[in-house]
């Protein structure tokens, strides 16, 4: 009997160490100064589905795009007080390889940037702003609107593993009066360590059905995907983001030589960004 109450003993004390049950409280706080280095991957595949007496005339594997980027970020958190941060985001030259079908792959290079971007320690962007070169490219005026729909990450009150919390997102499609609304709840799943970080897994399902027109086009589809996050809650900076993207889109033409078509777009795209101590 004793030896059986020593090893249920053990094996609670294993749950706890592993999943502890205490509260925690979700922010960004690392020191003024702090810098971060992350490395970025990204990869994808869409898959388009054509009519039928289109795709009898189109090259075959043309149905079908891969796609891989990677880069290199460094976060410097040049002013931390009560309630903000702002950070200097520096991203180095990134590669894009793109390839269609049988045709020969494509590549792409870009150089570094730099933007400056304030937030709260709860993580909603306040306010972004490009230096250097791209401080002068099209569209910077409209990053203002774009600000207001993104969410804050984290929630205000201490956590347990389980909770629950969730936010919208409403992205502005350029050019047009729609938007695309987007759900994200998100869990605390458990804590853990993780590369020697003591983290919050933190799981994030985002769900956004769409649809909208523009001239002889309508579209409509959907966008999911899950997001796991792990965040070091005593130094208040984030360890590793990783997870797929999921979008579905319908998209029906009118008018033009051939009377308009359907066709159907499919695309996943698996994103890691993880820090290098």
């Known amino acids: 009997m004793g030896r059986g109450l020593r090893v249920v003993a053990l094996g609670m004390v294993a749950l706890a160490v592993a999943s502890p049950a205490w509260a925690v409280s979700l922010r960004y706080t690392p020191k003024q100064g702090t810098k971060l280095h992350y490395s970025l991957a990204l990869t994808g595949r869409v898959n388009m589905q054509y009519p039928p007496d289109v795709a009898s005339k189109m090259p075959e594997g043309m149905d079908t795009m891969t796609m891989s980027m990677a880069m290199t970020m460094d976060q410097t958190a040049e ?43 709860l993580g909603k962007v306040l306010e972004v702003k490009p230096l250097g070169e791209q401080s002068n490219l099209p569209g910077m005026e409209e990053m203002s609107g774009l600000m207001d729909s993104l969410p804050t990450i984290f929630p205000e009150k201490e956590v347990n593993p389980g909770d629950t919390w969730s936010s919208t997102i409403d992205l502005p499609l350029p050019g047009m009066s729609d938007s695309i609304h987007i759900t994200m709840e998100s869990t605390l799943k458990r804590v853990v360590q993780l590369r020697g970080h003591q983290v ?66 499919a695309m996943i795209l698996n994103l890691q960004m993880q820090l290098v101590d």
Do not use: C
């Open 79 to 121: 002013k931390v007080d009560a309630d903000s941060i702002t950070w200097l985001i520096e991203t180095g030259a990134s590669k894009m390889t793109m390839k269609m079908g049988t045709e020969p792959e494509e590549t792409q290079e870009t150089t570094g940037s730099q933007t400056r971007v304030k937030m709260t320690k």
């Open 200 to 265: 919050a897994e933190i799981e994030s399902k985002l769900t956004g059905p769409f649809a909208f027109s523009q001239e002889n086009m309508q579209v409509k589809g959907d966008l999911n995907g899950t997001l796991t996050t792990y965040h070091d809650f005593d130094k208040g900076i984030t360890v590793e983001t990783r997870g797929p993207l999921q979008m579905r889109m319908d998209l029906t033409t009118t008018g033009g030589p051939g009377g308009g078509m359907q066709m159907t777009q």
